[in-house]
């Protein structure tokens, strides 16, 4: 059964009722890990997507429960708006910690492509705001350089997704001063430590593979534990880009269920 969107309000000034999707796992485990998961789409998703997310309904079977995030209907994918959105849900699910999964369930963002970079600047943004409270970070090729000029991203053309990531960061920063944000172009932050733990996974012809291995690489030399996963080419990891999935979606689980373990050692 499709799971449904359900309308969560959110505590912002403006008060907006942010669209979520709950991924409960057929039998909930005591702590079940807690996941704010935040999908694709380029920065130019305007609308909830009808399809469950494979990643997101994959985790659950394997036992976390997982929140799936609309951030962009409700901020018209715009920087700052995106995170400020962001925020307030990870600060609903923390006040719900002990109903989602338990009173020491650890409360983890992930993200895909652009969703991974909205993960990755929550993460930022969390240890800023809210130090202490989130356990980790997942980015899955996360979308993290406006400026694109990485040497895999020349391999953007051979799936189609140049142009769409080009308008993606235009729509993205428009109207913002300044894309050398670092909580809209993690990559460009000159101050990781402290930042939570991260899993962060791409595949050797990923045309993202060149800024997802280089944040790992940063997070790492400053102090962060990093668990870096890199898929071999040909195993169809591209089809992230188009909510698809392929055979690493269980290899993912695994990792990712590693990475939790990490975090309890």
């Known amino acids: 059964m499709r799971m449904p969107w359900e309308k969560v309000e959110l505590e ?4 907006v009722a942010m669209p979520m999707r709950l991924y409960e796992p057929p039998v909930k485990a005591k702590n079940s890990p807690i996941v704010l998961y935040f999908g694709g789409g380029a920065f130019q998703q305007d ?3 009808e399809q469950e997310t494979p990643i997101a309904r994959a985790l659950a079977e394997n ?9 962009g209907s409700i901020s018209e994918n715009r920087f700052p708006d995106v995170l400020e959105c962001s925020l307030a849900a990870l600060r609903c699910l923390g006040s719900r910690r002990k109903e989602l999964g338990g009173a020491k369930s650890r409360l983890l ?3 895909e492509e652009a969703g991974g970079n909205v993960a990755a600047g929550l993460a930022l943004k969390a240890r800023d705001q809210m130090p202490g409270q989130l356990s980790g970070q997942v980015l899955l090729s996360p979308m993290i350089d ?6 895999s991203i020349r391999g953007a053309d051979k799936i189609g997704m140049r142009e769409r990531w080009s308008d993606g960061w235009m729509h993205y920063l428009r109207g913002f001063c300044g894309s050398s944000h670092p909580y809209a172009a993690p990559c460009l932050c000159s101050r990781l430590s402290a930042v939570a ?4 996974v791409t595949s050797e012809d990923d045309p993202l593979h060149d800024e997802t291995v280089g944040y790992a690489e940063r997070l790492s030399e400053a102090g962060v534990k990093v668990r870096q996963h890199v898929f071999p080419a040909g195993c169809g990891w591209a089809g992230i880009y188009n909510e698809g999935d392929g055979a690493w979606l269980q ?4 990792q990712f269920d590693l990475f939790v373990r990490d975090l309890s050692s």
Do not use: N
């Open 12 to 15: 912002i000034p403006s008060r």
């Open 47 to 49: 609308e909830p997507a």
């Open 63 to 71: 036992g976390a429960v997982v929140v799936e995030a609309d951030y």
């Open 109 to 111: 963002v992930m993200g």
């Open 146 to 151: 406006p400026s694109m000029s990485s040497v």
């Open 197 to 200: 733990p991260a899993l962060i």
């Open 251 to 254: 290899a993912l689980c695994t």
